[in-house]
């Protein structure tokens, strides 16, 4: 008899991004030269001075379990960092150190979900978002945005679909945002606040991008708006992409007390504890990296900048410049609708690139949005160069 899997994990697809940085790695160990635009990780160097503290912690065998929401120094150099960073007074005990701020979120949706709530993500959404949702039998409702709205909600948007759900327990909001590289200023996000006040939804405000904004923009945290808001608001962020640190897995969040207490109890019957070695590590990022990261930043920027003006020069392709993240989102359907390549979506579009062409890039689809592809510039300058030329004779050759 054959043993069933269960329905929750038969709903979960797998991340189409890593799907995509799988294949493009296979195919360079084949010996085939493929430019990756699909994964999202800096291709900088983890800082040497993190290096040299998880090098510090080796050496002085820390290599044991740790507390489960992460060692009080970490807690602490976390919440200095939301004082100084974000103007948000957050004590220790408030804030649970995981494995990634993957896990942060999933731990947060089972503290707060029940099978059957609601959970609102503005669209185009992070891939992971739906699936997290459905992991815990709750149901994810998009919210759909536009280029002309900059791709961010309303609170007008936010208002309406509330009043026509049954059991709306949560808005993820993702600012700046993972594909569109769109950011929410203060105004904005203190009218999505009232709102989601108004029906008293918890916010869970994913910040991991903060530190890379572009044009001397600024980050506002939507919990800094005020302190009621702050008590609603649950705030996710790592060291993955500002630190170049991804392997290295460490997010955070920070909120309530008791919704914290609550998730570090679910953490400790499945992961324990973030790696002892890491968390020694993740210290020494927080505090005496922000030169690192400023290079990067501007580095991205230049990136940035090189890339959409390239995209925005090939006919029939509109892009918009990201104000943050590392990605840009081009609209390719001209080429999705008046092609002779027997493409008909943005999957088919980026297996014909990747096949015939050798640039790999994640289809608009696994971000609910159809009619584009990300690319991800968190690349070399001569990888964008090169792949840049790859990807304007693959549309130019598929045209009819």
Known sequence: MAIQISHRAKAIKPSPTLTVSTIATRLKA???DVINFGVGEPDFETPIQVRNAAHKAIDENFTKYTESSGILEL??????????????????????????????????????C???????????????????????????ILLPT???????????????V????????????????????????????????EVCLKHNIVIISDEIYEKLIYDGREHVSIASI????????????????AYAMTGWRLGYAAGPRDIIKSAARIQSHTTSCVNSITQKAAIVALQDCDENVNKMRDEFQRRRNFLTEGLNDIPNLKCRLPKGAFYVMPNVSFYIHNNKVGVRNSRELCEYILEKHRVAL????????EKYVRFSYATSMENIEEGLKRFKTALATSVR
């Not at 220790?92 to 896990?103: E, F, H």
């Not at 005020?226 to 992409?241: A, F, M, P, Q, Y």
């Not at 994640?362 to 949005?369: H, I, K, L």
């Open 75 to 112: 807690r602490e150099a976390i919440s200095a960092k939301l004082l100084r960073d974000n103007n948000l007074k957050c004590d220790p005990n408030d804030i649970l150190v995981s494995p990634g701020a993957k896990a942060s979120i999933t731990f947060l949706l089972m503290t707060i």
């Open 226 to 241: 005020s302190e009621e808001v702050r008590d609603h608001t649950i705030l996710i962020n790592g060291v993955s992409k």
């Open 362 to 369: 994640v289809p608009g689809s696994a971000f609910g949005a």
């Open 146 to 160: 536009r280029a002309a709205s900059k791709f961010k909600i309303s609170a007008e948007q936010l208002d309406e």
């Open 162 to 193: 509330l009043q026509s759900l049954s059991n709306p327990k949560a808005l993820i909001l993702n600012s700046p945002n993972n594909p569109t590289g769109s950011i929410y200023n203060k105004k904005e996000l203190e009218k999505i606040a």
């Open 114 to 140: 029940d099978p059957r709530d609601e959970v609102l993500i503005p669209s185009p959404y992070w891939v992971s978002y739906t699936s997290q949702v459905e992991m815990v039998d709750a149901f994810p």
């Open 30 to 32: 084949q010996g085939i």
